[in-house]
C-alpha cells in the first residue's frame, strides 16, 4: 500500500515538474485594471537561453518557479549567477497590451515571440562583461492569442537574484498612468525634503545656534535621495545619470540609512544640549561609522 502511495506521489511530481508554465488572462477584461498576481514560470538555473534553444528542444527539464520571488528559493546557497526564464501568457487576442517589471535584479534580455524587446543592462556570465541596471522594464505587448516571454537573468550584485516584484499587466495606457501618479507623488515628496533641505542648511548658518538645522537639513537629504534610488520608487537619479554604476547608487541607498542613525541623535543632542548626556552620541556615531 505504501509503495503504492509512493509511486502515485512520485507520478503527480512528475507531471507536475513536465508541465508548460502559463499564465491565461484570456477571461480578464482589460480597461483601465492593471493586474499583478503570482505564477508559475519555467526556470532554468544557470543557462542563459534563447527562444531558439526552446524551438530545437536543446534544454533540460525545467524547473517550476513562483514568480515573484528569488531564486535563491528553488536554488539553496545561490544568489548569485545566471538563469533564464519562460512563459506563456494566453490573452485571447487583446491588443494595446504591456507588461511591467518594477526591477528585475540585476540584468536582463527579454524575448516576445522570438524577438528581442528590451535588454537592461548587460547580460553575461563573464564578469568583467555583465553590467547591473538600476531601473523598471516596460514591455509592449503584440495582438496574439498566446505570446511566448523569455528572460534572461544575469545577478552577480544582489542577494535577491531573479524577478523579485510582481509583474504588472495591463493596456499600456493604464500602466503608464499608474506609473505617472505614483513617481509624480514620490518626486513630489522627494522635493520637497530636498527643499526642506536647502531651507534648514540657511538656518544653520543665519542662525546663532544653527547645529540642530544642519543635522535636520541633512537628516532631509538623506531621506530624499533614497526614496529616488530604492526599489519601489521612482528611480529618478538612476534615470537621469545612466552613466553611475548600480554599486553607486546601492552606496548612497544604504549609507543614507546609516549615517541618519548618527544624524538624528546629533540632532536631538544639539537640540536638548543643556540636559542631553554625551556617551549615547559617541555610541551611535561609532556604529554609524562601522556600518
Known amino acids: 500500500?505504501?509503495?503504492?502511495?509512493?509511486?502515485?506521489?512520485?507520478?503527480?511530481?512528475?507531471?507536475s515538474n513536465g508541465q508548460e508554465a502559463q499564465w491565461n488572462i484570456s477571461g480578464y477584461t482589460f480597461k483601465e485594471e492593471v493586474y499583478s498576481q503570482s505564477s508559475k514560470w519555467e526556470f532554468y538555473w544557470d543557462a542563459l537561453l534563447e527562444p531558439n534553444d526552446f524551438k530545437a528542444k536543446l534544454i533540460r527539464q525545467p524547473v517550476l518557479i513562483d514568480v515573484p520571488s528569488a531564486w535563491s528559493s528553488v536554488v539553496k546557497d545561490a544568489s548569485l549567477g545566471v538563469a533564464t526564464y519562460r512563459t506563456k501568457i494566453k490573452t485571447g487576442g487583446v491588443s494595446g497590451l504591456a507588461l511591467y517589471f518594477p526591477i528585475i535584479n540585476s540584468a536582463a534580455k527579454v524575448w516576445v515571440n522570438g524577438d528581442l524587446t528590451i535588454e537592461?543592462?548587460?547580460?553575461s556570465?563573464?564578469?568583467?562583461?555583465?553590467?547591473?541596471?538600476?531601473?523598471?522594464?516596460?514591455?509592449?505587448?503584440?495582438?496574439?492569442?498566446?505570446?511566448?516571454?523569455?528572460?534572461?537573468?544575469?545577478?552577480f550584485t544582489d542577494l535577491q537574484g531573479g524577478l523579485v516584484k510582481f509583474p504588472q499587466l495591463g493596456k499600456i495606457s493604464a500602466i503608464m498612468a499608474q506609473l505617472s501618479r505614483r513617481h509624480g507623488i514620490e518626486n513630489f515628496f522627494a522635493g520637497s525634503l530636498i527643499a526642506m533641505f536647502i531651507y534648514l542648511s540657511l538656518l544653520s548658518f543665519l542662525h546663532q545656534n544653527g547645529k540642530p538645522f544642519l543635522w535636520l537639513s541633512l537628516i532631509c537629504l538623506g531621506v530624499a535621495l533614497r526614496s529616488l534610488?530604492?526599489?519601489?520608487?521612482?528611480?529618478?537619479?538612476?534615470?537621469?545619470?545612466?552613466?553611475?554604476?548600480?554599486?553607486?547608487?546601492?552606496?548612497?541607498?544604504?549609507?543614507?540609512?546609516?549615517?541618519?542613525?548618527?544624524?538624528?541623535?546629533?540632532?536631538?543632542?544639539?537640540?536638548?544640549?543643556?540636559?542631553?548626556?554625551?556617551?549615547?552620541?559617541?555610541?551611535?556615531?561609532?556604529?554609524?561609522s562601522l556600518l
Open 125 to 155: 556570465t563573464d564578469r568583467s562583461l555583465y553590467k547591473a541596471s538600476l531601473s523598471s522594464t516596460l514591455i509592449e505587448l503584440p495582438t496574439a492569442n498566446e505570446i511566448e516571454i523569455v528572460i534572461q537573468v544575469a545577478n
Open 1 to 15: 500500500m505504501r509503495l503504492g502511495l509512493v509511486f502515485i506521489f512520485l507520478l503527480i511530481r512528475i507531471y
Open 229 to 288: 534610488i530604492l526599489h519601489g520608487g521612482s528611480f529618478l537619479l538612476p534615470n537621469l545619470f545612466p552613466q553611475v554604476s548600480w554599486e553607486i547608487w546601492k552606496k548612497i541607498e544604504f549609507g543614507s540609512v546609516y549615517v541618519i542613525s548618527a544624524f538624528f541623535p546629533l540632532y536631538v543632542y544639539h537640540l536638548f544640549k543643556s540636559t542631553s548626556p554625551r556617551w549615547p552620541i559617541i555610541l551611535f556615531v561609532s556604529v554609524a
Open 120 to 123: 537592461t543592462g548587460k547580460v
